[in-house]
């Protein structure tokens, strides 16, 4: 895989932030689920939990951005 320029991680840093609706860095459940939906409308509330465990590498009930970041590179069309 080709590594992400400046300008795409600047793209996926204000996709973040526009999720990021409480604006303190890190994507909860709530915001997630928001997400998920977007890119997956019929997406059941099994999957948004599971996708969120996915993402949350360290298990801390928050994405943080570089979390999102490798999730985005990797694995987002999967949702």
Sequence with gaps: ??????????????????????????????????????LSPDATDEQVRRGFDLVDKNHDTHIEFDEFLEWWETCWWEF
């Excluded at 840093?13 to 890190?26: L, R, S």
């Design 1 to 38: 895989m080709k590594p992400l320029t400046d300008q795409h991680i600047q793209e996926v840093k204000e996709h973040f932030d526009y999720f990021d609706t409480d604006n303190n860095g890190q994507i909860d459940l709530k915001e997630f689920e928001r997400l998920l939906k977007v």
